[in-house]
């Protein structure tokens, strides 16, 4: 099967340019100018005034994730479908260890939940919430696998809590290993406190779960964790940075020449802890870190202007409101934490980003694609549009608007944070390795298409 996309403007990290790109089978066999008639295709698609971008890739997905009591609704299926309307052609999740459980048992069950269902390639992370000798040997064997990063936490004491010697030690086996520790960087005890506190005084609606969580508890997580690596002599990711704070750490790392590196989310930058007001309707934003004050959004636009933030991902972690939010009626702690947004995420960025003239289109490409490939061992294979690389790529028409809802988006939520919010830009086809999977607004992918990236070792983290 080859197609020609033609008459395009191809948009890269590096630059854009007219060009059309002729895709044989999984892959990008020419990048070029006028290349119609050069070469018998199956297929030509006009991409006459909109761009060419390589497919967006979110490394910070949660399908099925087990919290609270319950399950992020979306399956490797739907969560997947869902990326691919919105310009999403690799997600990487977190497979989770359970305390007491190997690493083994909860890659296995990732692997389980995603092979055969998953509509795009996606890749692992892993969750570790017991550092052991076992673990540690583990860590080795998923390295040699493909799943080279593993996240721990300094939140959530008793659930996925890791004091500094286990991290130090997670560390430690990565300086040998080649593997990327991941942070979830706030400090879990002290908001843990405050949140008791919060409650025994008689808030107990969402918007508590945003006043316990001070910025600053993340900010000094943040600074921990980064020293902790700098010790271990190894580079570091921060997950969902949010805080000013936290991002005053990763500047002051980076300026110091450490491997720090992290990423934001959408919610950070579009959404703020107003939102979280509103009664019990806030816990349709709960999430953590919470939704800060909307003075923290600039400052992370400038972190991802100046390339302090690397990358943009969602977290994406759907629960109900009806049935699964509600189980935190009346403690906002019990509400599961995690919010709907692997669909959105492009077209927010290009909105409240390229439109609205905060980044140009190249770093836009850059935060969703090109650095998550780079930093997470995918690229050049994936986050490029070069010939060789697979043919996942996007037709994104960047003048075409369209209204955020739940009524119309393909995320299996039933609300949207976005609700009612017009965005300019939208992905009109959607090639995973060489197939189309969404076009003009129709699934045309396949359950099962989807698979597993073996991933190469954070060297890129090691380098930059
Ligand atoms: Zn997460």
């Known amino acids: 099967m080859r197609t020609l996309i033609a008459n ?16 044989d089978g999984d892959q990008i066999a020419q990048v070029g100018a006028s290349l119609a008639g050069s070469a018998a295709v199956d297929e030509t698609i006009d991409a006459t005034g909109r761009y060419v971008i390589p497919g967006g890739i979110d490394v910070h ?6 919290f609270g009591g319950t399950f992020a609704k979306d399956t490797f299926e739907t969560g997947t479908r869902a990326a691919a309307f919105g310009g999403t052609t690799t997600i990487v999740d977190f497979a989770v260890q359970s305390r007491g459980k190997s690493l083994r048992e909860g890659l296995d069950a990732w692997h389980a939940k995603a092979e055969g269902n998953a509509v795009v390639d996606y890749g692992f992370h892993m969750i570790m919430s017991d550092v052991n000798d076992d673990t540690l040997a583990e860590m080795d064997q998923l390295v040699a696998e493909g799943v080279p990063d593993f996240k721990l936490f300094t939140a959530y ?5 890791s004091d500094d010697g286990a991290i130090f030690r997670a560390m430690q086996r990565t300086a040998k290993n080649g593997g990327l520790i991941m942070m979830h960087a706030e400090n879990g005890l002290a908001i843990d406190v405050i949140a008791a506190d919060t409650v025994a005084a008689g808030t107990t609606d969402p918007i508590g779960h945003g006043l316990a969580r001070y910025p600053v508890l993340e900010g000094e997580a943040t600074n921990r964790v980064i020293r902790l690596a700098q010790a271990a002599n190894v580079p570091v990711y921060i997950v969902h940075l949010s805080a000013s704070e936290a991002l005053d750490a990763v500047r002051v790392a980076r300026d110091e020449g450490l491997p720090a590196f992290a990423e934001t989310c959408p919610q950070y930058l579009f959404l703020s802890l107003d939102d979280l007001g509103h009664g019990f309707e806030g816990a349709k934003f709960v999430c953590s870190p919470p939704l800060r004050t909307a003075d923290h959004q600039p400052e992370l636009w400038k972190g991802l202007v100046k390339d302090d933030l690397q990358v943009v991902s969602t977290d994406h972690c759907p629960f109900d409101f009806h049935g699964q939010k509600d189980l935190g009626v009346g403690d906002f702690r019990k509400i599961p934490n995690g919010l709907p947004g692997v669909e959105d995420r492009m077209d ?16 836009w490409v850059e935060i969703t694609s090109t650095a998550p490939a780079r930093l997470f061992g995918l690229y050049p294979r994936k986050g490029a549009i070069a010939v060789g690389a697979d043919a996942d790529l996007v037709i994104y028409d960047p003048t075409r608007s369209h209204t955020i ?41 396949r359950k099962g298409a989807g698979r597993f990236l073996r991933r190469a070792t954070a060297d890129y983290a090691r380098m930059a």
């Open 348 to 363: 927010l960025l290009h909105d409240g980003g390229v439109v609205a003239g905060k980044i140009t289109k190249e770093r």
């Open 61 to 66: 997905t949660h399908m099925e994730l087990p």
């Open 157 to 161: 004491p008793g659930v996925f809590f």
């Open 405 to 445: 809802s739940a009524r119309t988006h393909h995320m299996n939520v039933d609300y949207s944070c976005y609700e009612g919010r017009s965005v300019t830009g939208g992905s009109d086809v959607v090639l995973s390795r060489g197939s189309v999977v969404v076009r003009d607004g129709t699934f045309t992918g």
């Open 8 to 23: 395009g403007t191809v948009v890269t990290a590096e630059g854009s340019y007219p060009a059309d790109v002729l895709v």
